[in-house]
């Protein structure tokens, strides 16, 4: 547990040095719970079909003040038993910084594999992975992103993973677009190595169109068309998704 203890605690350390740093307002806190889902014909993360069937993914955000913890999970979408189809749970905590003309969010997150045991946390066995991140988001009607992501823990023969995306959000219309390039980097053995040989690899690129989807004249939901390509694989991807 060491590998997982010295990481953690410095990134918490971070954490609160720059949120030290941020003004004080003198206004009231009070906690917010807001459940979700999302269903989305294919799970598509970093370059890989997840799961490889329609997903389900239902979510618990709790916030307070600037600081939020999510649970959040994803598994098939089917009327008969899965078996050991695909299934995650993951839970992430981060805190949002208001910078003027973007915004800063730093994160720690937990990825499980819900196959196995939750408590599991033997560097033998477990089924967890640890990453810590920082994302940057800017404003206006076209506004740059960035995410740098450190996956630092999981079981014996996991190697640290760097993962870097970043990406352009505009719009056309009523309709929102963002544009993204990803790649990461590790030894082999790291997460979501689809056999990368120890190489810097662009594993992401691709486009992501979203607008409301119209039920009636009182109700709409947002949907969102995904397009991505693993230039290192070689694999392009489709999913559609909407969101409750």
């Known amino acids: 547990m060491k590998k997982l203890l010295l ?3 410095g990134f918490l350390g971070l954490l ?5 740093f941020q ?48 649970l959040w999970g994803s598994h ?4 008969t038993p899965d078996g050991d ?6 839970f992430w905590m981060n805190y949002t910084i208001d910078a003027g003309s973007f915004i800063i969010r730093p ?12 408590f599991d946390f033997d560097e033998d066995t477990t089924a967890h992975v640890f990453q810590a991140s920082v994302a940057l988001a800017g404003k206006g009607d076209v506004a740059p992103d960035l995410l740098l992501g450190y996956a630092f823990w999981g079981a014996t023969g996991f190697e640290p993973t760097l993962y870097v995306e970043t990406g352009l959000n505009f719009s056309v219309g009523d309709t ?6 990803s790649g990461q980097y590790s030894e082999p053995g790291g997460f979501v190595d689809l056999d990368y040989d120890g190489d810097f690899v662009l594993n992401g690129l691709g486009l992501r169109a979203s607008r409301d989807l119209r039920i009636s004249s009182d109700i709409s ?10 230039p290192k694989t070689e694999r392009a991807f489709m999913a559609f998704s909407i969101s409750f």
């Open 7 to 9: 990481p953690l605690v």
């Open 176 to 181: 929102g677009l963002r544009a993204f390039l």
């Open 107 to 118: 994160q720690i997150e937990n990825h499980f594999n819900a196959n196995a045991d939750v």
């Open 23 to 70: 003004p004080q307002k003198a206004v009231a806190q009070e906690l917010t719970i807001s459940p979700g889902v999302d269903i989305t014909s294919r799970f598509i993360y970093r370059g890989l079909d997840l799961g490889s069937s329609p997903q389900v993914q239902p979510s618990i955000a709790f916030g307070y003040g600037d600081f939020s913890f999510v």
């Open 85 to 90: 189809g695909y299934k995650e749970v993951k």
């Open 76 to 79: 098939p979408l089917a009327l």
């Open 16 to 20: 609160l040095l720059i949120t030290s």
């Open 221 to 230: 939901v947002p949907m969102g068309v995904l397009f991505a390509l693993n």
